[in-house]
């Protein structure tokens, strides 16, 4: 059997279903059978992709947080630490505003290295309070996210792909937002899907007419060996 050119995926807005939440159930089937590496690299924390690998059943190859954290499969890396992120929610909360993901906040109760706020809550307020601390906000169309400017998905990629063995240059990469331009600027191809904002559209090789999944799956069937 060929093998089949190593995958970098994004997660929200890419594997998922439109207008939902939920990731499409139709791409597990073609993760699990793909004969060669697959990575998610998402803005997600940590365990959500790892949970994401291991229900698909593939090797947890994985960047989260937006590049804070990177496991190869064997090691875990963090370029960023959780401090300057929290400091700026702080004066955030400390200005009446909150995060919006209620008490128990699964959303950030695992992240380690940024801080991700609901897209309900005002952005300008947090733009200037993480200004002031060196870091900045970007919106995925899912999330802001507070992180550090120097924290992104393609540094993690090529992190993991040097662990692997394989040339990021051989990879494909799928992606719907700013978050995944980092990214397509490492692989060799790279695809938006069709509900991508205009960064990733711009940054993209191509970008499909197809949303979320479909978009994905198009490019799964195209790419593959046989
Ligand atoms: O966490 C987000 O805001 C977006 O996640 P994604 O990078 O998997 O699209
Ligand atoms: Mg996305």
Redesign the pocket.
């Known amino acids: 059997m060929t093998d089949d050119p190593p995958l970098v995926l ?7 279903r439109p207008d939902t939440w939920g990731i499409d159930p139709r791409v597990f089937d073609p993760l699990h059978e793909w004969n060669g590496p697959v990575v ?6 940590f365990p ?2 790892v949970a994401l690998c291991h229900f698909a059943g593939i090797p947890e190859r994985v960047v989260a ?2 590049g804070g954290v990177v496991y190869t499969g064997d090691e875990v890396f963090y370029t960023a630490d959780r401090e300057a992120a929290q400091a700026v929610v702080e004066e955030y909360r400390a200005a009446g505003h909150s995060l919006g993901w209620g008490e128990a906040d699964t ?1 950030n109760r695992w992240r380690e290295t940024e801080i ?1 706020i609901n897209l309900e809550q005002p952005i300008d307020p947090l733009c200037e309070i993480a200004a002031a601390y060196g870091l900045e906000v970007i919106d ?6 507070v992180k550090d400017p120097a924290q992104n ?1 393609g540094d993690g990629v090529e992190r993991i792909a040097d662990h692997v063995g394989f040339d990021p240059a051989d990879a494909v990469a799928v ?3 700013i ?2 331009v980092s990214t397509f600027d490492v692989v060799g191809r790279s695809f938006a899907v069709a509900n991508a904002d205009d960064a990733a559209r711009a940054a993209a090789d191509e970008v499909l007419e197809a949303v979320h999944a479909d978009g994905t799956l198009s490019v799964l069937e195209r790419i593959r060996s046989s």
Request: hydrophobic fraction near 25%.
């Open positions: 994004d997660i929200d807005g890419t594997l998922t998610l690299a998402t803005g997600k924390a959500y992709p947080e937006n959303v991700a995925t169309g899912y999330a802001y996210h998905k992606g719907d937002s978050n995944d």
